[in-house]
């Protein structure tokens, strides 16, 4: 819906936005300067392997592949009443929740995943600690995300965005409005980043640490190898081999002479952005900001910060529809 006069609003709360973005960049690059931007914690790899390795795989297969395929219930879109919608959103939310959630329960319960493998805080100061990354992150984010997709639209023209938003911008109402907002901040968020991040970019570590032989499995005459070949990470299933690398930090050349950590992220984020094809120009501001959740994972190994990202840069993308479409009220 076209807003017939401008949101003041709006417009102050993007620009400080735009100026807290840049400010960001600006203070990360002066962190690099002197070190990391984020220190890299270590943890072990991921346990699940065998046919484990392939579902997560499978699974954003699948999601990648009905992007593509498109939604077929778009066809009479235009016959549907806000109260269809509502249901439309509230059952595809259920049903991305219980598909994802069984998948986890069942690696966990096959893996014997641990608080640690599955990138949970241990305690409130570091899930505090946590939410703050998150906050930083998506600061950095918005800059190069959306300046990208305003060029696209600046050169290509605008295009149909997510149907999410065009449901909820062609049809007012409370109801459908706080569902498309659960959607979006809360079970998108928490899927996606299971999914992409925890499971598919956690396994694409695993399976790089050991084409470098940086993390191995450790073998049975464990018990008579010196501290000195060996140190355990949590875990009594692998090993960081001394004579390789140090322990606190990864090698710095990863697969195929890339930085270390990237071919994961690269993939990862690659997948994310074509799982949002259909979407206008999402899928390529989108992969930028796959690559600064991949980053955040790849050097926290804990989820929350990269579900606090993704929640905040939805949340403020159904903010910012909302203001417009109360500009574009009568």
């Known amino acids: 819906m076209a807003p017939e006069h401008s949101d003041s609003l709006l417009g102050a709360i993007v620009l400080v936005l735009a100026i807290a973005s840049v400010g960001t960049w600006f203070a990360l690059a002066d962190r690099l300067k002197h070190g990391q931007i984020l220190k890299y914690e270590p943890r072990r790899p991921v346990p699940w392997r065998g046919v484990w390795t392939l579902l997560p795989i499978l699974l954003v297969g699948l999601t990648v592949f009905a992007a593509f395929r498109g939604d077929a219930s778009a066809e009479d879109a235009d016959s549907a009443t806000a109260t269809d919608f509502v249901e439309r959103i509230a059952l595809g939310s259920l049903q991305q929740a219980a598909i994802v959630v069984a998948f986890l329960a069942m690696v966990i319960a096959v893996s014997g995943a641990t608080r640690a493998v599955l990138g949970l805080p241990k305690d409130l100061h570091q899930f505090v600690r946590d939410v703050r990354i998150g906050i930083v992150a998506w600061l950095a984010a918005l800059a190069p995300v959306y300046g990208t997709q305003i060029l696209f639209i600046s050169l290509f023209g605008p295009v149909e965005g997510h149907p999410l938003i065009k449901i909820v911008g062609e049809h007012p109402n409370p109801v459908l409005y706080a569902l498309a907002f659960t959607a979006a901040v809360v079970v998108a968020p928490i899927c996606e980043e299971l999914l992409f991040r925890l499971l598919l970019q956690g396994w694409l570590e695993k399976w790089e640490d050991r084409r470098l032989g940086w993390r191995e499995e450790k073998p049975n005459d464990e018990a008579r190898m010196t501290s000195d070949e060996c140190v355990a990470l949590n875990d009594s299933s692998f090993v960081i081999r001394h004579s390789s690398f140090p322990e606190e930090q990864p090698p710095q050349i990863g697969w195929a002479n890339l930085p270390y950590g990237w071919l ?15 979407y206008g120009p999402d899928p390529i501001p989108l992969f930028l900001l796959a690559l600064i959740l991949g980053y955040v994972y ?12 993704h929640a905040l840069f939805n949340g403020l993308s159904l903010v910012a529809l909302w203001r417009v479409m109360s500009a574009g009220a009568p």
């Open 264 to 278: 994961p992220i690269g993939l990862s984020s690659l997948l994310f952005a074509l799982a949002h094809v259909g």
């Open 298 to 309: 790849q050097r926290t190994h804990r989820i929350v910060p990269c579900m606090v990202t």
